[in-house]
């Protein structure tokens, strides 16, 4: 290994930023050259994605800039394309320019995990995910465009697809995005849409197990689901989506309805960029590990997270792996990089090991779930055991401040409810102009235009 080997690590979310973070405290300075490589410039907080989608949150502020973070790494926006640890090089697709290839010495492989789809007749065409802050932006806007396009027509059938909203996974991104999304458009429709009510609003969640939360005890997830029920949303256990077609929906209970809103969190899987590298996998397309977070089998790459198969040290079960979850992704990024440097300073890695503290859930403003040590807290105590945690968890004092902030004037003054729907098409109206010349000559909005567009209402 050179003198001043070269640290690659491949993806810039928990474990990447973590790792990164924590291997630029713990050596000195020239004592090696990180290398982070990402498609996006930033590092997403996912738990605070509901809260950015119903405006609880700035979507600013649940991102981490990796440059402005991490001044003493290499940053490069792009994707790794193909990777030969056998070789130690990495072939680089930048965001502008031609692919390079960039040698290393230690590689740390954290691409993460992409939302895991099925085969189903127009999801492709007509469903969302709910994994980045651009998904959580544009669900804010569609469906405050939804209210808007409502409040605007006197077609019944319009209007009750526009307010029909379908959410399928019932884990806890899906179970959090549905209750929060739902809590501010019934905010939105009280205050400010004297035309609607929330009672024309249908909020409906597909999950094909029979319960919802796995990550709690069943008492939990069936409390959770006697709470949705009680705020008149419609959870849907043991089902399927079948089809989305033209905004109609089918259901595998027989079902079917018309929505505008069809939003993806059935779970996820392996980044897919792992076929294009010589790495080890399971059954699952994950990187196989040891306890110490090393790849099974290679010297010098290292992997946690969502992508890699961790044994868990806790369990009996010798087959046992670490949950996909951020909990474990952080602990995991801060133990990988105490363990390269000490393997840089000769000395044996430490295993990983941690019990599972529970999880927390929020349900909207003033309401939430938890389980955490055998703790159970339903309501507002668990909702504010979710932010008190998660506010602890975010990356960087600067990115604490400002999410605290947030809250704060949340607190103060009325719910912001602004939908800036230019922002799914900022081009439009200008190209409009160009190709009529004039302005005020402006062709009518196409049904897509109508269906993507909303008003800007301030709260």
């Known amino acids: 290994m050179a003198d001043r080997p070269v640290v690659l690590i491949v993806g810039g979310g928990y474990v990447g930023l973590y790792t990164a973070l924590r291997l630029q405290k713990r050596l000195s300075h020239g004592r090696a050259e990180v290398i982070v490589v990402d498609p996006q410039p930033h590092m997403t907080y996912q738990p605070f994605l509901p809260e950015a989608a119903a405006g609880s949150v700035e979507p600013r502020h649940v991102v981490v800039p990796l440059r402005r973070t991490l001044p003493r790494c290499r940053v490069v926006t792009g994707a790794v394309t193909d990777l030969s640890h056998a070789d130690r090089r990495a072939r680089i697709a930048p965001l502008v320019g031609e692919p390079y290839e960039l040698r290393y010495d230690v590689l740390v492989m954290a691409a993460g995990s992409v939302a895991r789809t099925l085969p189903i007749p127009g999801l492709a065409e007509?469903?969302?995910?709910?994994?980045?802050?651009?998904?959580?932006?544009?669900?804010?806007?569609?469906?405050?465009?939804?209210?808007?396009?409502?409040?605007s027509t006197d077609d019944?059938?319009?209007?009750?697809?526009?307010?029909?909203?379908?959410?399928?996974?019932?884990?806890?991104?899906?179970?959090?995005?549905?209750?929060?999304?739902?809590?501010?458009?019934?905010?939105?429709?009280?205050h400010y849409y004297p035309r609607l009510s929330p009672a024309d609003m249908r909020w409906v969640l597909v999950e094909a197990m029979g319960r919802i939360l796995p990550e709690v005890d069943l008492d939990m997830a069936a409390w959770t689901v006697k709470q949705l029920t009680a705020r008149g949303m419609d959870v849907r256990l043991n089902t399927r989506l079948e089809s989305v077609s033209d905004c109609h929906v089918r259901l595998s209970d027989g079902d079917e309805f018309d929505s505008d809103t069809l939003v993806w969190t059935a779970g996820t899987k392996p980044n897919p960029m792992l076929a294009e590298t010589d790495l080890p996998v399971d059954g699952r397309g994950r990187v196989l590990c040891e306890a110490t977070l090393q790849v099974q089998g290679l010297p010098d790459a290292w992997s946690a997270g969502d992508l890699a198969a961790v044994p868990d040290l806790t369990k009996e079960d010798p087959g046992a792996t670490t949950a996909p979850n951020a909990q474990h992704a952080v602990r995991q990024a801060k133990r990988l990089a105490d363990n390269i440097v000490l393997t840089l300073r000769g000395e044996q890695p430490v295993p990983y090991r941690h019990a599972y503290a529970g999880s927390v859930a929020s349900l909207g403003l003033h309401k939430g779930v938890a389980q955490v040590y055998g703790v159970k807290l339903k309501g507002w105590p668990a909702w504010f055991m979710h932010r008190t945690y998660h506010v602890s968890r975010v990356p960087t004092f600067n990115r604490k401040a400002r999410v605290v902030a947030d809250w704060t004037m949340a607190a103060l003054f009325r719910r912001e409810i602004i939908?800036?729907?230019?922002?799914?098409?900022?081009?439009?109206?200008?190209?409009?102009?160009a190709n009529t010349g004039r302005t005020g000559a402006l062709p009518p909005p196409s049904a897509e235009d109508k269906a993507q567009s909303g008003s800007l209402r301030a709260g």
């Open 156 to 190: 019944p059938e319009v209007r009750r697809r526009a307010l029909t909203f379908t959410f399928v996974g019932g884990g806890y991104a899906g179970v959090e995005a549905f209750a929060e999304l739902e809590d501010m458009a019934h905010y939105a429709i009280t």
């Open 419 to 433: 939908s800036l729907g230019q922002l799914q098409d900022p081009r439009r109206e200008f190209v409009q102009a």
């Open 126 to 151: 007509h469903g969302i995910g709910f994994k980045n802050v651009g998904e959580a932006i544009y669900l804010r806007n569609h469906v405050l465009a939804r209210l808007d396009a409502a409040s």
